[in-house]
Structures are given as C-alpha cells and as structure tokens.
C-alpha cells in the first residue's frame, strides 16, 4: 500500500522510486553519464570494488571491464526492480556478469550484508544517489571503513543550482516539516562536499564538474512560469505511486514564495552538472 508523502524513511522512498524507474531507466542520460562518471576512475586489474547503490549495473559493468578476470565487483541496491535489471544484464553478458555479486540491501548499514569485510576493497563507487542521503558525513564515515589503507571512494553530488524546482520543494517540504526523498540543501558550492570527505579522513584528489548531464545544459525559467514548475515536480518521480494530495494543497502557495525568492532578474537558473569525486583511505 502506498504511504503518504513525506512519512517514509530514506530507504523507503528509494524503492518506491526506482523501483518504478527500473525498467526504463537506462532510457535516459545515464549511459552516458556513468561512462564519464567511471573516465574519472583510476580502477586497475584484480581491484575490489563496492559498487552502492548499484542500480541497473551501468558502473558495475564498466568497472568489471577493468578489473579484469582476478577482479570482482560487489554491488548493493535497496530497489530489487534494479537489481533485477542488473541480474537480467548478466545473464546477457556472462563474461562480465561473472565477476559481479550483488545483495538487495540498505547501503548505509552494511554491516548486515553477508560476508562484506571491513578494509578489504580498493575501491568504493556511488553514482546519482549520494544526495538521497539525510546524514552525508555519517554515510561516508561508514563507507570509509570498507576500503583498505590506499583504497578510494569515487562519489558524485549535484550542483547546487542543479533541478532548482526540486530544490525548492526540499525548502518546501522543510518549512512543512515533512520529510522528503532527498538531501540537497547542504551543497553550497563544489567545495562543500570536500569538506565532509577531509573531515572524514579521506584525502580529497579530484573534484571534477561535470557539465551537460543531461545533454540539456543550463536553463532559465521565468518566475512566471512556476506553476508550470510546481506540477512538473509534483509528478515526478520524487512522488510517483506515494500519496499526496495533502502535501501538494499545502505546499502549492509556499513552492511560489520559495521560486521567487530565488529569482534573479525575473529568472530562476538550474543548472545541468554534476561534481565527481574521489578521495583516498591514507
């Protein structure tokens, strides 16, 4: 049964999400974006790699392409209609799909994944999920105790100017003290989520933007377009098959007062990139 908006937990409404989004997710820019993502990642042959929030495998699949036969990929997902796309992929592609194992479970407590060891992978990757996150420090302390000395995390995060309009029902959802599926307002420029991964002991080596995600580039819409706005991210994915016609009636008004205050000159930016890092376990 379908829970009303904003009272699921965090892994709640990734499920609800993505398992919708499953089946044609790869319909979209991800492709693309996971093979620029990965460019970015120095993985060697016979590397282990922790592949969370793995969804459709668009990251494992390239990973395991570069570890090689002594390699393997581990890879953790909360949505089984992901995983189920990513164990379909293997079975169309054994050679690669081999060296993949793969658990339906909540990546910010691995501690209840069979058989995953503290230290014992040289490498960690999150791809287009770190922001759905409440507590990102905690998620990567935790994280951090996966890898071995030398061992790196690879994470991106989304400009703060990036989908302006679901930043604005965060703002919203906030001043309703609702909760909402994800956790974007902490990013303030592309130093800030260095600061969390030095604070955690993690040694910073690149923090690459990412431009044009989507192929869109940035965009400016008018202030007067922001009923058009409000509708469009009330049905997307952030709500899809959760119940909220009460959340919707009151946060309507509110969506408005937070889209003008952002507007600069009569337009409100959102901005199409992303921020890639990776930082090392000394």
Known sequence: MAQEFGTETQSQSAQRMYNTRASNYEESWHPGYSQRFMALVPLSA??????????????????????????????VDVSAGMLEQLRER?????????????????VTDLGGVPGLEKGSFDAILCSCAFVLFECPAEVVAHWKEYLKPGGLVAIDV????????????????????????SNRSWIKSIESFKKILAEEGLVVEKAVPLERVSGQGSVFYGVDEVDKQYEYTMNSSLTQNALFESFKVQAKPLFREEWEKIAVDGKVESVDTSYVYVARRP
């Open 46 to 75: 016979g590397h282990r790699v922790l592949d969370l929030c793995c969804g459709t495998g668009l990251e494992a699949f390239i990973a395991a392409e570069a570890v090689g036969e002594q390699g393997e990929i581990v890879g």
């Open 90 to 106: 293997q079975e169309r592609e054994p050679k690669l799909g081999q060296r993949i194992r793969t658990f339906h479970h909540d």
């Open 158 to 181: 989304t400009h703060e100017w990036n989908l302006r309009s679901g930043l604005v029902l965060e703002q919203v959802a906030k001043r309703l003290g609702v909760k909402y599926p």
